[in-house]
């Protein structure tokens, strides 16, 4: 089926790599399993095969496909590890200027709902995981204090909460230095710490662990702060790249680097693509494969003709989103993971909108709920969802917006009709209803209504997503 022109604005290769990532979910092909033969896939999505081998190029960068050459070869499943995803929040986040602080506060509303949850769902492995992490510190043996979090948010039982801690425990780690890494006192005290909050998980306790790492946490952002080094580190965001991976990436590593240390100036030339070639000492192919990978993060754009070059780009929120949901949906998310963790953002998100709310604010709502009344149904499916994305930019805080923003397009495009529906339409009347609740709620700054009926609205939703 030839891919529709309504997006012309976007990179056919962009176009088709999305495509086939959507096609790979819907028939739930598995690690190993084939999509299809080159030439199958030119005739199923109706492109050149220069197009095609633009698009598989992204698709092995997101780590969801590559090509295996030979007899029986073709388009292969691959199992992303998150690295894409990683890199496109960071790149998105560097380019909004998101701070220490916006992180540290996603983390700890999250950390703390994975330490309550673990609790709630512990079992014998799991016992025996934490307590054998705690003997390691106490030992010296344990190379990463972070390692804690990130079993805690594992063990928590939703692998969709567990992606988000990781990520915001590394993107931490690109702002901070390496906490207590040569500093005796803060790595005992960071010990024990991890050992009183095992104790409660381990006994159950989940009311207890929540309050524990929420005080770990706070104190990690108090030595942060009296630490704070002066300078990004941008290695922890495109990692030195291994031995087999191509020249291409470590190239476009370098731009990111350079676009990054120059203020991100939208618009600006960063050379020709002679000067480039020079510059970075590579040919032509392998300077275009570094373009592909830097338009695919929005990091830079290549221009063709005289005075063409590559010119510093403003990435969009789309891109990162797109790569956390490739991830996600490998991963298994099952809709009961994805509202669990919508709940526990989307309560943040409230509790921000209305500590800060203000008349601007309060029209920017009033204009969605005007958006919604007028939408027909087929357009309903898509700007029905725009209250909660608006809701988590209104917060302020930029990763709270972003998580909202993932969170979201995976309730979006796993959208299904409920067997026990009693037809195949969206309650349309029903969520322009709540959503008005819960607007009113919000405007009369009523914190315990507004979360109250943003729960019930996200539990309802959930039915209609598989």
Request: a negative charge; aromatic letters at 4%; one cysteine or more.
């Amino acid at each position: 089926m030839p891919i529709p022109s309504a997006t012309v604005s976007r990179k056919l290769a962009s176009i088709v790599s999305e495509k086939i990532g959507a096609d790979i979910a819907a028939r739930g092909l598995a690690e190993g399993e084939l999509v299809g033969s080159e030439a199958e896939l030119l005739a199923q999505y109706d492109v050149s095969r220069a197009v095609f081998r633009e698009a598989v190029r992204l698709l092995e960068h997101q780590q969801s496909a590559r090509m295996r050459r030979g007899p029986g070869g073709g388009l292969v499943v691959t199992t992303p590890d998150g690295e894409s995803a990683f890199n496109a929040a960071m790149v998105y986040l560097l380019h909004g200027r998101a701070d220490l602080d916006e992180v540290l506060e996603v983390r700890l509303v999250l950390e703390a709902s994975a330490a309550l949850l673990a609790a709630e769902r512990m079992h014998a492995a799991g016992i025996a995981e934490l307590n054998a992490l705690v003997q390691r510190e106490r030992k010296g043996l344990q190379a990463d204090a972070r390692d804690l979090h990130g079993l805690v948010a594992r063990l928590s039982g939703n692998p969709a909460l567990d992606f988000f801690v990781d990520l915001l425990t590394r993107m931490a780690r690109v702002f901070t230095p390496d906490v207590a890494a040569d500093d005796t006192v803060v790595r005992d005290a960071t010990c024990g710490a991890h050992a009183k909050i095992v104790q409660s998980i381990v006994s159950g306790d989940g009311a207890t662990a929540a309050t524990r790492m929420e005080r770990h946490l706070r104190a990690e952002a108090d030595y942060i702060a009296a630490h704070l080094p002066s300078s990004l580190r941008l290695g922890s965001v495109f990692s030195a790249a291994p031995a087999d991976q191509k020249l291409g990436e470590h190239v476009a590593r370098a731009v990111f680097a350079d676009v990054v240390a120059s203020g991100w100036r939208v618009g600006a030339s960063l050379g020709s693509e002679a000067e480039l070639m020079a510059h970075y000492d590579v040919s032509r192919a392998i300077l275009r494969e570094a373009a592909r990978l830097l338009e695919h993060h929005g990091i830079a754009s290549m221009r063709r003709g005289p005075g063409g070059g590559l010119f510093v780009a403003a990435p969009a929120i789309d891109a990162t989103s797109a790569a956390a949901a490739v991830y996600l949906d490998r991963r298994g998310v099952q809709a009961r993971h994805l509202f669990e963790l919508r709940s526990i953002v989307e309560m943040a998100v409230l509790e921000r909108v209305i500590d800060r709310l203000d008349q601007p604010m309060i029209d920017r709502l009033r204009a969605v709920q005007d958006v919604e009344r007028a939408a027909s149904t087929d357009r309903f499916r898509v700007v029905g969802h725009d209250l909660h994305v608006v809701l988590g930019e209104l917060s302020g805080n930029r990763v709270l917006a972003l998580c909202t923003d993932v969170l979201v397009r995976l309730s979006r495009e796993r959208g299904a009709v409920p067997a026990d529906a009693p037809d195949a339409e969206l309650p349309t009347t029903d969520v322009v209803h709540t959503h008005d609740r819960i607007v009113d709620a919000i405007v009369a700054r009523d914190s315990e209504k507004a979360r109250a009926r943003m729960n019930r609205h996200l539990n309802a939703l959930a039915r209609w997503v598989r």
